[in-house]
């Protein structure tokens, strides 16, 4: 395993100016990470504010705590999933707090470390590598476990559904032909054989793959469930003027997000016809539009450029 862990966070200064951490505020830091965005919140809400940082890597979970060591008075770290925060909270007896952070989807000190099988870029630690893809790998299946046993159809609409991949049928097929499939080069090899050369001619180190690799990535780790429990179960523990901020990195999530978002503010948030009361919405909409990264941050950090930033706040 890799000692270092190498991540730069992604629109540090607008995560701070619509989060609005203040001296004595209790912050959530539902994907912890290295610590990067914490150590900025931490600053803010010192010296009485406490800051609760969840991550299921404990890779993550070490760096932060490096990272963090100056500020362990005022720092909860907890191994888990922020889709449980509703429970996460309650055993550290919070009940209320002022603003939750989300960085979603896969940091690249995973993507960078090959025997966790995120990767797909071709160098030879990377090719070798199994097909895990799990954030813990502690615990659930592995992407060899969906690509080995799934039957062909189901492979089809997971790539189609999570991944955005048009030829999702193609790929699917031969998979199902080349398996069993263990290693991340045996996946990019069926990958290849599914896709035409114009296809792949398009992008430079294998990123033809990625939409697949992201779309196992995703159903291994339950991605699009954790979302919707996270921010459901976050908006219920905020007090009132508590923001949540919510960072994606594809249209697959940041459609689910952008949808949870509209269902919670609402003006009437109940179903015509069933008989049921009329509720006011429960938040609000700090931006119409999401927020995206500066040109200069983007040429800093190339892998910022997909990066929106929506923000809700509980009313």
């Given at each position: ?44 809400i ?13 890779e ?13 008075a ?33 940091s ?6 090959p ?22 790998p502690e615990?659930?299946?592995?992407a ?39 290693t ?19 992008s ?10 992201r779309?196992?990535?995703?159903e ?10 996270g ?5 219920k523990?905020?007090?009132s003027g508590?923001k949540m901020v ?9 459609r ?35 927020v ?10 190339p ?13």
């Amino acid at each position: 395993m890799s000692t270092e862990f190498t991540h730069e966070s992604v629109m540090p200064y607008e995560v701070i100016k619509y989060l609005g951490p203040q001296s004595g505020d209790i912050i959530v830091d539902g994907t912890l990470g290295g610590g990067g965005h914490a150590s900025l919140i931490l600053e803010r809400i010192m010296p009485n504010g406490l800051l609760v940082g969840i991550d299921q890597d404990q890779e993550a979970i070490k760096a932060a705590e490096k990272k963090l060591s100056g500020f362990k008075a005022n720092t909860k770290i907890i191994q888990g999933n922020f889709g449980d925060i509703g429970k996460i909270l309650t055993e550290l007896k919070i009940d209320k707090v002022d603003g939750i952070l989300l960085d979603l989807g896969v940091s690249m000190h995973q993507i960078l470390t090959p025997e966790r099988g995120f990767g797909f870029y071709p160098s030879p630690e990377n090719l070798k590598a199994p097909l895990d893809m799990r954030m813990n790998p502690e615990v659930g299946l592995m992407a060899a476990d969906i690509v080995n046993t799934w039957k062909e159809k189901e492979l089809a609409e997971l790539f189609f559904k999570l991944g955005d991949e048009k030829y999702s049928r193609s790929i699917a097929s031969q998979i199902a032909r080349k398996r069993p499939l263990n290693t991340v080069n045996d996946l990019l090899e069926a990958i290849k054989a599914g896709t035409p050369p114009s296809y792949r001619a398009k992008s430079l180190k294998n990123k033809w793959a990625a939409n697949v690799f992201r779309a196992l990535r995703m159903e291994v780790n339950n991605e699009l469930g954790v979302i919707k429990e996270g921010i459901r179960g976050g908006l219920k523990l905020l007090r009132s003027g508590g923001k949540m901020v919510v960072i994606t990195f594809h249209s697959t999530e940041d459609r689910l997000v952008k949808e949870i978002f509209k269902e919670l503010t609402l003006t009437e948030n109940y179903q015509p016809g069933f008989g049921l009361p009329k509720e006011p919405s429960v938040a609000e909409l700090v931006t119409k539009k999401p927020v995206s990264p500066t040109e200069s941050e983007i040429r800093r950090n190339p892998a910022a450029r997909s990066a929106k930033l929506r923000i809700i706040k509980k009313l």
